[in-house]
């Protein structure tokens, strides 16, 4: 009788720790928590160019750079901006400055066959020409005509969805100006960073 209650202990025993064993196990895949999970990051060089035409005649290239981490949770990207602040005539309340430049966005994932999903959101404004337009005379009129050269502000905005391997370039975009006439094209490029 002793001999069975000893078996019956240490089988019993044997049982329970396996069983905590089993459950100490460290979990992997998605088995894990989402916070337990590590996800592998990659920083990635993405290239933006913004080129202006004028029938075949290269007008403006702008080339921007920006690091992205991909894959990082949760996502933040990258952000660029870049430009003036512009002064516009308000009329009685006098003067107001508009931000007038490039503003770049990007988030990158790392996507199946070492491919990386961008998302970009652009933005690019441009003073092109001005327009004479009357000022107030309680207002400090920087010409003795009584007039102000207000700017043109041009703009160009995109969101993109691309799908990229490292070294390749694309060209994402392509819009005419319905008013000038002038071709905007993006190019945007992506290497990977060892």
Not at 86 to 114: E, F, M, R, T
Not at 150 to 172: C, H, Y
Request: net charge neutral; charged share 25%; aromatic share 8%.
């Amino acid at each position: 009788m002793r001999k069975a209650a000893r078996v019956a202990f240490l089988t019993t025993l044997a049982t329970l720790t396996l069983c905590v064993w089993a459950q100490d196990k460290p979990k992997t895949g998605e088995d894990a928590p989402a916070e337990a999970r590590t996800t592998e990051t990659m920083p990635v060089k993405v290239a933006v160019t913004f080129v202006e035409y004028e029938g075949d005649k290269k007008l403006k290239s702008l080339p921007y750079t920006l690091v992205v981490v991909a894959d990082e949770k949760p996502p933040k990207g990258s952000q660029l901006k870049m430009g003036s602040r512009v002064p516009v005539y308000a009329g009685k309340d006098g003067w107001q400055y508009l931000d007038v430049g490039s503003n770049i966005a990007c988030h990158a994932y790392h996507a199946k066959d070492n491919k990386y999903d961008l998302r970009l959101d652009l933005d690019r404004s441009w003073v092109e020409g001005d327009v004479s337009v009357p000022v107030d005379g309680g207002a400090s009129s920087p010409s003795s005509s009584g007039r102000f050269p207000e700017p043109i502000v041009r703009q160009f905005r995109s969101e993109l969805s691309l799908t990229l391997r490292d070294g390749q370039t694309v060209e994402s975009t392509f819009a005419t100006d319905p008013l000038s006439g002038k071709v905007f094209k993006v190019e945007v490029g992506l290497t990977v960073l060892k």
